[in-house]
């Protein structure tokens, strides 16, 4: 499911909920970068994103008060790569929700 409409330049706002699809994507132009925000919806934590391949893109990510993951997300150059994000639950035995945004880049 695209995350953003067409492929945009600059500073790209992408945000995804607890109950989102499992699997997103996006196309950006070359250059831009990627601001993500995660809400957690409750007392659930979102780690930051990890990039596949690694060192495709640079990510700083931090989190409110609230709980809301925000992320800025810096490719290295125009190679297409993948986030991924877990949703880890306050209960051990809750389940574990992951979110994957893959990222193509348009010359």
Known sequence: MPAVTG??????????????PGLSTACVT???????????GGPQTWGPPRVTPA??????????SAGTM???VTPAGTAPFCLTAILTPASP???????????????
């Open 7 to 20: 492929c945009p330049p600059g500073t790209v706002a992408i945000t995804h909920y607890p109950d989102g």
């Open 55 to 64: 060192g495709a893109a640079t990510v700083a990510a931090t989190t409110d």
């Open 70 to 72: 925000h992320a800025l």
């Open 93 to 107: 035995t809750a389940a574990v929700a992951i979110w994957r945004l893959c990222v193509t880049i348009r010359r």
């Open 30 to 40: 070359a250059g831009s970068r990627l601001w993500l925000t995660l809400p957690s």
